[in-house]
């Protein structure tokens, strides 16, 4: 190959300029992503291990009234009261075993405060209405020991909830004490793993721990980097030489 073909067939400077126009920004981009997943990586882990000691601390008495429920955060609690079976809330696809049913959220009416809210836990699709688990529906006094859990927040796919139809996708906290009559707590009380008599609603339904995916993120954001990197390296370094060597051989 002639020296002029080789010349032609080499990136030119006009094409070096865009080369690195595109790819050094992207490398910086593709750097940020990796870092702040990394960033993300080391926040999630602390919250996590914060929740884990604060479910696994001793179990106390809810305050009477708590009007900053952040201290009490995934801390085990009993409380005594009564529930209001009769203003029955159900949380909506909801997962236990594999299987889609609801959380059912109870007003809780306590003797030495004001009224909670409680998940009692999961219970079938079968099972939604409360003729169907007669023997969980205690009544009279009753020493609940729970979680204390912070309200929820909709997702970008969660559906609007339904209060018209008694049906709730996720744990709006005011809609709800609205929906039992109830002074609007910011948080709830997450019932425990305790058998309940019939075996229904099954406690214990609280994710303690965050789900967390970021070091996959942080593999791929920092691996598309090196790649980017290395042809861009392999790209600016071609020269003529090399295209008259591939021709020779």
């Given at each position: 190959?002639?020296?002029?073909?080789?010349?032609?067939?080499?990136?030119?400077?006009?094409?070096?300029?865009?080369?690195?126009?595109?790819?050094?920004?992207?490398?910086?981009?593709?750097?940020?992503?990796?870092s702040?997943q990394?960033?993300?990586?080391?926040?999630?882990?602390d919250?996590?291990?914060?929740?884990?000691?604060q479910?696994?601390?001793?179990?106390?008495?809810?305050?009477?009234?708590?009007?900053?429920?952040?201290?009490?955060?995934?801390?085990?609690?009993?409380?005594?009261?009564?529930?209001?079976?009769?203003?029955?809330?159900?949380?909506?696809?909801?997962?236990?075993?594999?299987?889609?049913?609801?959380?059912?959220?109870?007003?809780?009416?306590?003797?030495?405060?004001?009224a909670?809210?409680?998940?009692?836990?999961?219970?079938?699709?079968?099972?939604?209405?409360?003729?169907?688990?007669?023997?969980?529906?205690?009544?009279?006094?009753?020493?609940?020991?729970?979680?204390?859990?912070?309200?929820?927040?909709?997702?970008?796919?969660?559906p609007?909830?339904?209060?018209?139809?008694?049906?709730?996708?996720?744990?709006?906290?005011e809609?709800?004490?609205?929906?039992?009559?109830?002074?609007?707590?910011?948080?709830?009380?997450?019932?425990?793993?305790?058998?309940?008599?019939?075996?229904?609603?099954?406690?214990?339904?609280?994710?303690?721990?965050?789900?967390?995916?970021?070091?996959q993120?942080?593999?791929?954001?920092?691996?598309?980097?090196?790649?980017?990197?290395?042809?861009?390296?392999?790209?600016?370094?071609?020269?003529?030489?090399?295209?008259?060597d591939?021709?020779a051989?």
């Amino acid at each position: 190959m002639s020296d002029d073909r080789a010349r032609r067939r080499a990136p030119s400077d006009r094409a070096r300029r865009r080369a690195t126009w595109f790819a050094i920004p992207g490398i910086i981009v593709l750097l940020a992503l990796g870092s702040w997943q990394v960033h993300r990586l080391m926040w999630k882990t602390d919250l996590n291990e914060e929740r884990r000691a604060q479910f696994q601390a001793e179990a106390v008495m809810l305050p009477a009234e708590l009007d900053d429920p952040t201290p009490y955060a995934y801390r085990r609690v009993w409380l005594e009261g009564q529930f209001r079976h009769e203003a029955e809330m159900f949380l909506a696809a909801r997962t236990f075993d594999r299987r889609v049913g609801y959380q059912i959220i109870t007003p809780f009416e306590r003797a030495d405060g004001p009224a909670v809210l409680v998940n009692r836990g999961w219970v079938p699709l079968d099972n939604k209405e409360p003729e169907t688990r007669l023997g969980g529906q205690i009544q009279g006094t009753y020493r609940l020991e729970g979680v204390v859990v912070p309200g929820g927040r909709a997702g970008w796919f969660t559906p609007d909830n339904e209060p018209e139809n008694n049906i709730w996708f996720w744990t709006d906290t005011e809609a709800l004490a609205v929906e039992a009559g109830i002074l609007a707590p910011s948080f709830l009380v997450d019932a425990g793993p305790a058998p309940n008599p019939g075996g229904l609603p099954i406690g214990g339904q609280t994710k303690v721990e965050l789900r967390s995916e970021h070091m996959q993120y942080i593999v791929i954001w920092y691996a598309l980097a090196i790649g980017l990197a290395v042809i861009y390296a392999i790209y600016m370094r071609r020269g003529p030489r090399e295209y008259e060597d591939e021709d020779a051989a």
